[in-house]
């Protein structure tokens, strides 16, 4: 793999600085206005499908060191094949797919609540206006199961951040084009074939737990959505023999 290519050098930079600021004080506002937010919510900005994927939990480590560590070990290959702007151009395509599944399944988790709600008696316009004051009612646990009502208010108040739909995304690139390297999980420590390796933290990981995720704090549904769109990419380029040609 040896140093970093030129475009995960500076996209780790970027998330490195925002990191540092984040946990040296300005961590709210850079939530309030470039974590990706609920569209329903106040503080959604367009731009947030996109800034989201430069943030990383500012309570701990391990989210951006996972991130980037596997940002450069599946990326660099990838890059030195591909180029840098195709590099880049498959990155932020993953990494949108994951912020609009994720956004998709709030929406999911958020219309399962809201319709036990309305049809209790309040419009949908004061249940927004109760979730954008910070408050809700005990008694919409009364209404629905907790799961329900936990996943309706997850949906509208947590914010999502992270580089892990794009990193996804890169994982599926990398098992496509490497499909026999070996890999291992720390948990399973025997090596594993990427093209098996891959699938089975989608699937055996977040897809299973994805769908009962509605208070999750992990956003499984981006990790989905940037795994599907880098395989539909790494699909229909190889189909057409795309993946051959560098961009730059």
Not at 89 to 106: C, R, V
Request: no cysteine; hydrophobic share 50%; proline share 4%.
């Amino acid at each position: 793999m040896g140093g970093l290519t030129d475009a995960i050098k500076h996209l780790i930079i970027i998330n490195v600085i925002l990191f540092i600021a984040g946990i040296t004080g300005l961590g709210d506002t850079l939530y309030e206005h470039f974590a990706l937010w609920f569209p329903e919510n106040p503080n959604f900005r367009i731009w947030q499908v996109i800034s989201h994927m430069f943030l990383h939990d500012f309570t701990g480590f391990f989210h951006i060191l996972f991130n980037m560590y596997a940002l450069w070990a599946f990326g660099t290959p990838l890059e030195r094949v591909w180029g840098r702007n195709k590099f880049l151009f498959f990155y932020f395509s993953a990494g949108i797919g994951g912020a609009l599944l994720h956004i998709a399944s709030n929406y999911y988790f958020f219309n399962q609540g809201l319709d036990v709600i309305t049809g209790a008696g309040l419009t949908e316009q004061r249940v927004v206006e109760i979730l954008s004051n910070g408050q809700y009612s005990p008694d919409w646990y009364q209404l629905a199961s907790q799961g329900t009502i936990d996943g309706f208010m997850n949906a509208f108040n947590a914010p999502a951040v992270g580089a892990s739909g794009a990193v996804y995304g890169v994982l599926v690139a990398f098992a496509f084009m490497y499909p026999n390297a070996e890999l291992m999980l720390i948990f399973l420590p025997v090596p594993i074939k990427a093209k098996y390796f891959v699938p089975l933290m989608i699937f055996g990981y977040d897809i299973l737990y994805g769908l009962g995720s509605a208070g999750s704090n992990v956003a499984h549904f981006a990790h989905i959505g940037g795994a599907l769109i880098g395989f539909i990419m790494m699909w229909y380029w190889k189909k057409n023999q795309f993946n051959q040609n560098r961009w730059n």
